[in-house]
């Protein structure tokens, strides 16, 4: 089955610096991925996706990255601000399993 | 505006006793899901429904039940068999196509408490 996990429970940026939030998964047969940010009390929101057949997905101050060789995803915030402060979650999705299997999260604090 | 709405928000319950919660969207999607999260944990699949009359066991299902009698609401009932029924309870739904897999919608989710 699919196993997502993230790297870090905690990651503790100043406001202004990139943050990189990284992901690792086990399925091979993953196809299909999307980070999610999640504030205190309130259900996750979608960031960005990204798929297999592609190493890179641009958004608005955010970017997604995936290594398939390694099996290992990131997501970079430029420019972090106090808003960006939550808990950010990677899931996946392979052939064979039509819902995302989410990883345990890392709490992103921005200190100003 | 369209959404998904879960209610209640906060419910305790008393040992021994089941309990329903509401899910319902006007996004017009045909896949909804039921994820369960316990503090500092990602989210754990219970069920899913891809369409209509259907719906498949995620990682969790044991003391867990679904139906799925209109495209709109997709009510969970945690049951007295469930032995640790406390926990934030997610609701979502996904646009497409029955073996859809995008983006999810999520609900502000629901807060169950045994006392």
């Known amino acids: 089955g699919e196993s997502v996990g993230l790297h870090l429970p905690t990651l503790s940026v100043q406001e202004g610096d990139n943050s990189i939030i990284n992901c690792a998964y086990s399925?091979?047969?993953?196809?299909?991925f999307i980070w999610y940010k999640q504030e205190s009390g309130k259900g996750p929101q979608f960031i960005i996706d990204?798929?297999?057949?592609?190493d890179k997905r641009q958004g608005q101050r955010v970017t997604a990255l995936l290594n398939k060789t390694v099996k290992h995803l990131s997501l970079q915030i430029a420019a972090t601000q106090p808003g960006d402060s939550a808990v950010y979650f990677c899931?996946?999705?392979?052939?064979?399993?039509?819902?995302?299997?989410f990883g345990s999260g890392t709490r992103l604090q921005v200190q100003p | 505006d369209g959404g998904i709405t879960q209610s209640p928000k906060y419910l305790f319950r008393k040992e021994g006793q089941n309990v329903t919660l509401s899910c319902e969207q006007n996004?017009?999607?045909?896949?909804m899901y039921w994820y369960r999260q316990d503090p500092g944990q990602g989210l754990r699949l219970i069920y899913y429904?891809?369409?209509?009359?259907?719906?498949q066991k995620g990682d969790i299902a044991e003391g867990y039940s679904v139906s799925r009698e209109k495209k709109e609401s997709f009510p969970l009932t945690v049951t007295s068999a469930q032995k640790n029924p406390t926990a934030f309870y997610l609701c979502?739904?996904?646009?497409?196509?029955?073996?859809?897999?995008?983006?999810?919608?999520f609900g502000e989710g629901s807060r169950l408490t045994v006392l």
């Open positions: 899931a996946g999705a392979g052939t064979g399993r039509r819902a995302l299997t």
């Open positions: 399925n091979s047969a993953s196809d299909y």
């Open positions: 990204i798929r297999s057949n592609m």
């Open positions: 996004l017009n999607h045909d896949a």
């Open positions: 429904s891809q369409i209509v009359n259907d719906f």
């Open positions: 979502a739904s996904v646009p497409g196509g029955p073996m859809s897999t995008g983006e999810l919608f």
